[in-house]
């Protein structure tokens, strides 16, 4: 009766993360449309949020600046991607996955305004796409958890050939500096967010 009831409360607990992590990621694409909406209807006044590369003033825009994008088919190119990856990610909790969100994010807006071209304006939500592929792709390695690295080698399957053409130098179109930040910051944070195995149980003889 007890391992039945724990199978319960187990399946349960899994069912309110998944639901909690789609709830998350269906809200926070929907702000991204909304935002997108309101830049359209104020004649792009949000464009000003992304971030022009090695100027002081526009280190409050590192946050800002991914959650704006250039355009409805800017924001409609990243919302399957954040989508999935984001609820994937968010799987291992909602906290750990917002802690992981603000390191990608922080250190992708600083990537960007470190190295990015000069005059440029760079925003959006595909240099956090990139970091959390990069996240899902090593995490479950890093933790040793074959559920985990079976998912980082799906993802790895389904985005890997977009995610190597975004890092292509020769797009001029795109920030490849900010997705290829993005990715590194997302793989480091596998490391510094990684699960450590519970110690052993000390047997007494």
């Not at 792009?44 to 100027?55: M, Q, V």
């Not at 917002?98 to 994010?105: E, G, H, K, Q």
Request: with cysteine; proline share 5%; charged share 10%.
């Amino acid at each position: 009766m007890g391992d039945a009831m724990s199978g319960v409360r187990l399946e349960r607990s899994r069912t309110d993360r998944a639901m909690a992590a789609a709830k998350l990621m269906l809200g926070w694409v929907a702000l991204l449309w909304l935002l997108e909406g309101v830049d359209v209807a104020t004649g792009h006044a949000l464009d000003g949020l992304g971030i022009t590369p090695r100027t002081p003033s526009e280190l409050v825009d590192v946050v800002p600046a991914a959650f704006i994008h250039f355009g409805f088919a800017h924001v409609a190119a990243n919302t399957v991607p954040l989508l999935v990856l984001g609820f994937l990610a968010a799987l291992g909790g909602i906290r750990r996955f917002a802690a992981i969100c603000a390191l990608i994010v922080v250190a992708d807006g600083l990537g960007v305004w470190l190295v990015s071209p000069s005059a440029t304006n760079t925003a959006g939500a595909s240099g956090l796409i990139f970091g959390l592929f990069g996240y899902l792709l090593v995490t479950g390695f890093v933790e040793r958890r074959p559920l985990g690295m079976a998912v980082g080698l799906l993802v790895g399957a389904v985005w890997g050939g977009s995610i190597l053409a975004g890092l292509a130098p020769t797009q001029t179109s795109v920030s490849w500096q900010g997705h290829l930040v993005g990715l590194v910051a997302g793989v480091v944070a596998a490391f510094v967010f990684r699960r450590r195995p519970a110690p052993a149980a000390p047997l007494i003889p």
